[in-house]
């Protein structure tokens, strides 16, 4: 509880009174006591009838789970259990900063008549991985008479586990862009298709006659063809740097937490396409790594793993980390690196440990664009400072453009996304690299 502005007012305008009256009118103390008794007595009474009237009872609602990047809704149902509700009650949370909310208050929606519920919700957006307690609720509103400003703390208790977004796993997404794949065919056909042998045919009219068996032919008195179909059970290892530079924030989430929903994504994908998927995370040194197992087998193991690995505060040893990879590995993989740099000079231990990785394993490395280094390099005003940061970016952009072009010419395949497209080129990518049995 609190005095309202109302009363601050009437209380400095009593007190000047008082002072000027003290001055000039002596004998009028009396008159001034009993106005301030009278003010302290209408504040007591006015605090008694918004105890007495305001008695409520509230709940919450909050679900146990969420996707990193997305919002999930808190809501608050109050209702009275004697008297009436205030016609206005400012709410507002304890939140932790992964948490985030626009201003930390929720949006008033009264139903009915001021006797009636009041419903109100809020929309908290989830930044970061982890678990997170919404411990009180804080409400208020003015009394009766406005002379008072009545603070309630409500305990909340309530908690939400940020979770990696699967979110294009569950709405089936990722089993549309890999429907091409899925048992093995192919809607497009590519020359020199497949390694795998799939069944036997006859001839039609548009068959590639390259694929005629002219000895079952000879057998059989008739045009027989082999179909092929993309080899499958191939070994996929997804490997995530946590490292410092993954844990900045990139279009509202960490970079890592990006890197863990794509890779999320490929793993299940590579199980629809019948591939076996390992996981390997490495910082400034090797953190985890779990053995391939079929994708779909895999993909909740990996969701849990991921869901628990930490941001990093220490710079990434690539040399130890792809060495640590490359000594796990017995057999020859499908790599996907997801990981980052500052500029070629940094980058100079990651290529030359790729370049002896690439000697054994096809590796696909995975960047992050940011949008908004594009963006500066042309600037809408011609100022010292915008010309200044655009030749900053272009300076940025270029060294980029040189480590992927590095990584290129060592036969890895480079993939430079955005942020929000990422999760769908990856999957492309891992398309195209099936269908050209490039593995």
Request: charged share 25%.
């Amino acid at each position: 509880m609190r005095p309202s502005p109302y009363l601050i007012a009437l209380v400095l305008f009593l007190t000047a009174v008082t002072v000027v009256a003290g001055v000039w009118w002596p004998d009028t103390g009396f008159v001034l006591l009993c106005l301030w008794l009278a003010l302290a007595t209408i504040t007591v009474c006015d605090l008694a009838l918004s105890a007495l009237s305001n008695r409520m009872r509230i709940e919450f609602d909050l679900p146990p789970q969420g996707f990193v990047g997305h919002d999930a809704q808190f809501t608050i149902d109050i209702s009275p259990r004697k008297g009436s509700l205030p016609a206005e009650i400012e709410t507002r949370l304890d939140l932790a900063p992964e948490l985030l909310a626009s201003d930390g208050k929720l949006s008033r929606r009264t139903v009915g008549d001021g006797a009636g519920h009041i419903k109100a919700s809020m929309s908290l957006r989830l930044t970061r991985r982890g678990q997170y307690a919404i411990n009180n609720l804080w409400l208020k509103w003015s009394s009766r008479l406005k002379l008072l400003d009545i603070i309630v703390r409500m305990p909340v208790k309530r908690d939400i586990t940020v979770l990696p977004d699967i979110s294009p796993v569950l709405s089936g997404a990722i089993k549309t862009q890999i429907l091409p794949l899925e048992a093995g065919q192919k809607d497009l056909r590519l020359r020199g298709e497949g390694s795998e042998f799939h069944q036997l045919r006859e001839f039609a009219t548009g068959m590639d006659p390259r694929s005629m068996d002219w000895k079952r032919s000879a057998r059989m008195r008739s045009l027989i063809v082999r179909e092929m179909r993309a080899e499958r059970n191939h070994q996929i290892i997804l490997c995530v740097d946590s490292g410092r530079l993954m844990a900045e924030q990139l279009a509202g989430l960490p970079k890592l937490d990006r890197a863990i929903n794509a890779a999320l994504a490929m793993c299940w994908a590579a199980g629809l396409a019948g591939d076996v998927v390992g996981f390997y995370s490495f910082d400034s040194r090797p953190r985890l790594f779990v053995p391939a197992l079929p994708g779909r087998a895999a993909f909740p193991r990996l969701q849990t793993v991921c869901a628990k690995l930490r941001y990093e505060t220490q710079e990434t040893n690539h040399t130890l980390g792809l060495t640590h990879l490359s000594g796990r590995l017995r057999r020859r993989s499908l790599i996907v690196i997801f990981s980052d740099f500052v500029d070629s000079i940094t980058a100079e231990l990651m290529i030359e440990n790729m370049q002896v990785l690439a000697r054994h394993h096809f590796i696909v490395y995975v960047a992050l664009r940011d949008p908004v280094i594009e963006k500066f390099t042309e600037p809408e005003e011609m100022t010292l400072d915008t010309v200044a940061r655009s030749v900053a970016a272009r300076q940025i952009l270029q060294e980029r453009r040189t480590v992927l072009e590095k990584l290129a010419r060592l036969g890895v395949l480079c993939l430079d996304s955005t942020p929000e497209a990422l999760t769908s080129d990856l999957v492309a990518r891992y398309i195209e690299i099936k269908s050209r049995e490039m593995i």
